[in-house]
T-cell receptor
Framework: GQQVMQIPQYQHVQEGEDFTTYCNSSTTLSNIQWYKQRPGGHPVFLIQLVKSGEVKKQKRLTFQFGEAKKNSSLHITATQTTDVGTYFCAGPYNQGGKLIFGQGTELSVKP | SAVISQKPSRDICQRGTSLTIQCQVDSQVTMMFWYRQQPGQSLTLIATANQGSEATYESGFVIDKFPISRPNLTFSTLTVSNMSPEDSSIYLC???????????FGPGTRLTVL
């Protein structure tokens, strides 16, 4: 069946360092979404990418959708302690708004 | 954006009992879903809650174990039946806003089964 894989599972960085998480789908996606879950919190929608090769930025966060629409990445420049949490990518499957989530990348930032 | 509330926020239950979780949305939404997040894991879709009809369950989830109601476009319940320790998870209600094409999650219900 359709799978969404995400690496790395964990990333520990020093504050100020950059961070990247990668997402790969076994099938072509119509769109890909990114979520952030703070420790003890619930997933919060960050962004949706739709177009092949699309790049979107939110302050220090840069999101990219691959040309083949099967992979995506999230890059954070100069991490801060407020960036701590788990970042999930998710893609739609079948129809009806259902999402399949990657395993998530847990980011910890050492001040 | 849709504001979602869930009750209870957390509970500790005994094996063999059942718990009903409520999800309330502040606006009418067409698409409503229930997800499970086991400790340290990703989110897994349990079912799509359909208004006025039976929920659509994903592979590995059955109605007898996770009965779902959705009497209107702003409310749904998920029951975790005959609980075992393996059901200890966070259960999350989620809605999709078709106008903004954005998905929102409720705060979750943290369930511990002893």
């Amino acid at each position: 069946g359709q799978q969404v894989m995400q690496i790395p599972q964990y990333q520990h960085v020093q504050e100020g360092e950059d961070f990247t998480t990668y997402c790969n789908s076994s099938t072509t996606l119509s769109n890909i979404q990114w979520y952030k879950q703070r420790p003890g919190g619930h997933p919060v929608f960050l962004i949706q990418l739709v177009k092949s090769g699309e790049v979107k930025k939110q302050k220090r966060l840069t999101f990219q959708f691959g040309e083949a629409k099967k992979n995506s990445s999230l890059h954070i420049t100069a991490t801060q302690t407020t960036d701590v949490g788990t970042y999930f990518c998710a893609g739609p499957y079948n129809q009806g708004g259902k999402l399949i989530f990657g395993q998530g990348t847990e980011l910890s930032v050492k001040p | 954006s849709a504001v979602i509330s869930q009750k209870p926020s957390r509970d500790i239950c005994q094996r063999g009992t059942s718990l009903t979780i409520q999800c309330q949305v502040d606006s009418q939404v067409t698409m409503m879903f229930w997800y499970r997040q086991q400790p340290g894991q990703s989110l897994t879709l349990i079912a799509t809650a359909n208004q006025g009809s039976e929920a659509t369950y994903e592979s590995g989830f059955v109605i007898d174990k996770f009965p779902i109601s959705r009497p209107n476009l702003t409310f749904s319940t998920l029951t975790v039946s005959n609980m075992s320790p393996e059901d200890s998870s966070i259960y999350l209600c989620s809605v999709r806003d078709l106008r903004t094409d954005t998905q929102y999650f409720g705060p979750g219900t943290r369930l511990t089964v002893l």
